[in-house]
């Protein structure tokens, strides 16, 4: 049965989401913002956000599970760095959603996902 069970596919195997969801969300981590399908920018949101409370929590024990599921030393050193101390007095919502439209060659429903607060990381890229 498949009572509480609540994973976007995405059309890809398990291996393949797992990868591109830390990718997106390393990506995210960096640069403050990325733009993707507005499928994937959902996964990736729900994502992101359990790794930001993880980051708030700040301990190693929590900064290994960050990395276990990301597995990029610098996306975990800027998420616990860098973005949790920006989010420690907010409750959840951390990204945002900008829906742009449909993509040129495939007619894909395309999105801007954003943190919330400018992340010093994200500043300095811009």
Same mark, same amino acid.
Request: glycine fraction near 8%; charged fraction near 30%.
């Given at each position: 049965?498949?009572?509480?069970?609540?994973?976007?596919?995405?059309? &890809?195997?398990? @291996?393949?989401? !797992?990868?591109?969801?830390?990718?997106? /969300?390393?990506? =995210? $981590?960096?640069?403050?913002?990325?733009?993707?399908?507005?499928?994937?920018?959902?996964?990736?949101?729900?994502?992101?956000?359990?790794?930001?409370?993880?980051?708030?929590?700040?301990?190693?024990?929590? &900064?290994?599970? @960050?990395?276990? !599921?990301?597995?990029?030393?610098?996306? /975990?050193?800027? =998420? $616990?760095?860098?973005?949790?101390?920006?989010?420690?007095?907010?409750?959840?919502?951390?990204?945002?959603?900008?829906?742009?439209?449909?993509?040129?060659?495939?007619?894909?429903?395309?999105?801007?996902?954003?943190?919330?607060?400018?992340?010093?990381?994200?500043?300095?890229?811009?």
């Amino acid at each position: 049965m498949r009572h509480r069970v609540d994973t976007f596919k995405i059309g &890809r195997s398990g @291996a393949h989401r !797992r990868a591109m969801l830390a990718n997106m /969300v390393s990506s =995210l $981590f960096e640069h403050g913002r990325i733009e993707t399908t507005i499928v994937k920018a959902k996964a990736a949101a729900s994502f992101a956000e359990r790794l930001i409370t993880l980051g708030k929590k700040g301990e190693i024990h929590h &900064r290994r599970l @960050a990395f276990a !599921r990301l597995r990029n030393k610098e996306a /975990v050193k800027t =998420l $616990f760095d860098e973005i949790a101390p920006v989010y420690a007095d907010r409750n959840g919502g951390y990204t945002r959603i900008f829906k742009l439209g449909k993509r040129r060659g495939d007619a894909a429903e395309t999105c801007i996902l954003m943190l919330v607060e400018a992340a010093p990381a994200a500043e300095k890229a811009e």
